[in-house]
């Protein structure tokens, strides 16, 4: 069964300063999908960011860049430039068709954002 | 276009009741998932619809839940009776093709 483990319950950063949200997952499949969820006070889960594991190029998507190393089963987030918009409940996620593309969520790691 | 709409936003029951929760998915989308987030832990899988069929229920944690799917179009998903351990956020997705979900903002169910 794929697992996916946040290993960060709680971070913190200060405004304009980068952070990394770490993530590892564990599956025997070779081609999948990765994913970054935030959940900010609203509740709405909204996507950060996707990489698909044939894909060697990390994705980025304006401040929010990864670090995907598939050998290692690792998927981190970097923030960069952190504005206090980005304080919210982070969620990494893994995906596989075998599994009709349901995802499988880490437990989250919430992020704070000081001014 | 509209989101995924899910209703109520909250709902407080006491234990042994029933309570239906309902997703309205955006318009055209075939998969339709549902889960589920118990305080403090990870986000569950429930099940997966595709149109109106069930395609993978096997994350429904006993027989008092119930899901449907109505004519491919919204879902509802019926709990009953419902116990302590049934609290948390329920989430709502939908998609057309294989991923590129949008979620619902959840229903946070208490049970006293």
């Known amino acids: 069964a794929q697992t996916v483990t946040q290993s960060q319950p709680e971070m913190s950063v200060q405004e304009a300063e980068t952070v990394t949200l770490s993530c590892t997952y564990d599956?025997?499949?070779?081609?999948?999908?990765l994913f970054w969820y935030k959940q900010p006070p609203s509740r709405q889960m909204i996507l950060v960011i996707r990489?698909?594991?044939?894909?060697?190029q990390n994705a980025t998507e304006n401040r929010f860049s990864v670090n995907f190393q598939k050998a290692a089963k690792s998927f981190s987030l970097k923030i960069s430039d952190s504005q206090l918009g980005d304080a919210a409940m982070y969620f990494c996620?893994?995906?596989?068709?075998?599994?009709?593309?349901?995802?499988?969520f880490g437990k989250g790691t919430s992020l704070l954002v000081t001014p | 276009e509209a989101g995924v709409t899910q209703f109520p936003s909250h709902s407080v029951i006491e234990k042994g009741q029933t309570v239906t929760l309902r997703c309205d998915p955006i318009?055209?989308?075939?998969?339709l998932y549902w889960y589920r987030r118990v305080m403090g832990k990870e986000i569950k899988f429930l099940l997966h619809?595709?149109?109106?069929?069930?395609?993978?229920e096997s994350g429904m944690p006993n027989n008092r839940f119930l899901a449907e799917r109505t004519g491919g179009t919204y879902s509802t998903l019926k709990v009953q009776p419902a116990e302590l351990e049934d609290s948390g956020v329920y989430f709502c997705?939908?998609?057309?093709?294989?991923?590129?979900?949008?979620f619902g903002s959840g229903t946070r169910l208490t049970v006293v």
């Open positions: 996620a893994y995906t596989h068709s075998n599994s009709g593309y349901a995802l499988n």
């Open positions: 318009s055209g989308h075939d998969n």
């Open positions: 599956t025997s499949e070779s081609d999948y999908y």
């Open positions: 997705a939908s998609s057309q093709g294989s991923f590129g979900y949008t």
């Open positions: 990489q698909e594991a044939y894909k060697q």
């Open positions: 619809f595709v149109k109106e069929s069930k395609q993978d």
